[in-house]
């Protein structure tokens, strides 16, 4: 089993930055793939950026070139760093792990990120 709790939503203006953090604990060892998703009212959940062991990370098309997701130098911690948000932003975002060989998903509590112009 893996828990996640994610930190670092909050309010910021167009244009501005946020950085999420997600901390993992438990079965850390077997989590092969880390990222984010977000949901927006009355939307589905979308990923956001993701990340493989050893890998690149991929993001949708919509935040490439403002968002960046990056590894802690614990291996149990993952961020995405925000910048020039925009109100289509807005979403409550969530962190994701994918186990190895399971192929089980776990999901953090979710946290808001409310972005205005």
């Known amino acids: 089993q893996v828990q996640l709790v994610e930190s670092g939503g909050g309010s910021a203006q167009a244009g501005g930055s946020l950085r999420l953090s997600c901390a993992a604990s438990?079965?850390?060892?077997?989590?092969?793939?880390m990222g984010w998703y977000r949901q927006a009212p009355g939307k589905q959940r979308e990923l956001v950026a993701v990340?493989?062991?050893?890998?690149?990370?991929n993001y949708v098309d919509s935040v490439k070139g403002r968002f960046t997701l990056a590894r802690g130098d614990a291996k149990n911690t993952w961020y995405l760093q925000m910048n020039s948000l925009k109100p289509e932003d807005t979403a409550v975002y969530y962190c994701?792990?994918?186990?190895?060989?399971?192929?089980?998903?776990?999901w953090g509590q979710g946290t808001q990120v409310t972005v205005s112009s």
């Open positions: 438990g079965s850390i060892s077997s989590i092969y793939a």
């Open positions: 994701n792990a994918v186990a190895r060989f399971s192929g089980n998903d776990y």
């Open positions: 990340i493989s062991s050893g890998g690149n990370a």
